[in-house]
């Protein structure tokens, strides 16, 4: 098995010296129990999957915490919600002692809840995503960033086969009751034909026959259990009519690519979604790059009524904005440029740097300059760059 290093690891450590209790959610499959693992030999281990153990935990909670010993890890814990109150009181006995508690989950909201409303303040949440590009230093839309799709890529139809089913069968029934999974398996992949697009919940509904309030509940479950990124309007001083309706990218390429039937390189090369595939995976990327450092999620997009358009708008340090436009192109122009130089005019007192990010190739040129107050990098290189700052 290929060892990644993880760059959230540095922020785990420390959260784990300054907080009695860590939880660290993601997707299923996302590397967490492997990551934990290694960074903590030395702690108790338990998997809190097994229906026998499940019952013990309902049955006699008290029971099985004293037969721990520190620190642990419980991993999944969302399936046993009934000890958070539990911990809480051990932590609070003795509120000095850090480091305790390692807790994972592959249910974000379900686990926010549990862990705001009984370890407010006693517990560091974090979450992993699938692997960056920092930490596998390859590009490759068509495999995505799960761990073992990278170690094992010729399985790569049926690991994302397998894994659809799982989702479906554990984590769709355990937040919420879906009546009708294929017809949330289908609008999975409804989803994935919509993948770059601002959301539409109507036009999500009709294809299926069902409601609006089921997409949006439907949406939700992909959002909570790390399936999706929704990428909102960025609207801040810009005295413009504009589009105020999210977009809606998968997080995972592999998986986006799976559930559009691109199984190859060559049918990537050719397919239509390529470009809005590799919009989304850089989106990603800057997603990954945040959490990884323990900073909030910041990335937005800006659409006015009149069509003007810029892909990616990131926040910075010091109120600066960097405008982003993704390109599938290895070749790049300063006509791709031409909308965040428009949009830039705009008044604002803030400083704005403007990126055309693209797939790079070995005839790149060395200058990063592709016209006055605009510079090309590869995705690579970007992430890179933010990743240092």
């Known amino acids: 098995m290929v060892n990644y290093q993880r760059a959230i690891s540095k922020t785990l450590q420390r959260a784990h010296v300054f907080f009695p209790a860590l939880l660290l959610t993601g997707p299923r499959r996302s590397g967490k129990t492997y990551l934990l693992k290694r960074l903590f030999p030395k702690a108790d281990y338990r998997l809190l999957e097994d229906p026998d153990l499940i019952a013990r935990v309902q049955l006699d909670p008290r029971g099985f915490l004293s037969e721990l010993k520190f620190p642990v890890i419980l991993d999944e814990i969302q399936n046993t919600p009934q000890l958070f109150s539990y911990i809480r009181t051990l932590i609070d006995k003795n509120p000095q002692k850090k480091g305790q508690w390692i807790l994972t989950g592959s249910q974000e909201a379900p686990l926010m809840q549990e862990s705001t409303e009984s370890l407010a303040g006693r517990v560091c949440v974090l979450q992993l995503l699938p692997l960056s590009v920092q930490e596998t230093k390859i590009e490759d839309l068509l495999l995505g960033g799960y761990p073992e799709v990278l170690q094992n890529p010729e399985a790569l139809s049926l690991w994302y086969g397998s894994y659809v089913q799982t989702y479906l069968e554990r984590d769709v029934r355990a937040i919420t009751q879906v009546k009708d999974l294929p017809a949330f398996r289908r609008f999975m992949g409804l989803l994935a034909a919509r993948h770059g697009q601002m959301m539409n919940k109507n036009d999500l509904a009709a294809p299926l026959g069902v409601s609006v309030p089921t997409v949006g509940q439907w949406l939700n479950i992909l959002e909570l259990t790390g399936q999706i990124m929704i990428v909102p309007p960025f609207y801040e001083n810009f ?151």
């Open 239 to 389: 005295s413009k009519r504009l589009i105020k309706s999210p977009k809606i990218y998968w997080l995972d390429s592999g998986m986006a690519c799976y559930l559009l039937g691109i199984e190859t390189q060559a049918e990537l090369e050719r397919s239509p979604f390529l470009g809005v595939l590799f919009e989304g995976y850089f989106g990603a990327e800057i997603l990954k790059t945040q959490v990884n450092h323990g900073k909030r999620k910041e990335l937005y997009y800006f659409r006015d009524r009149q069509g003007l358009e810029v892909d990616f708008i990131v926040p910075k340090k010091s109120g600066r904005l960097d405008f982003i436009e993704v390109k599938s192109s290895r070749t790049v122009t300063p006509a791709m440029a031409n909308s965040m130089l428009s949009l830039k005019k705009n008044k604002m007192n803030k400083k704005i740097e403007c990126y055309v990010v693209y797939r790079t190739s070995s005839l790149d040129p060395k200058t990063k300059a592709l016209c006055p107050g605009v510079q090309a990098y590869g995705l690579m290189d970007y992430i890179q760059s933010i990743g240092a700052n």
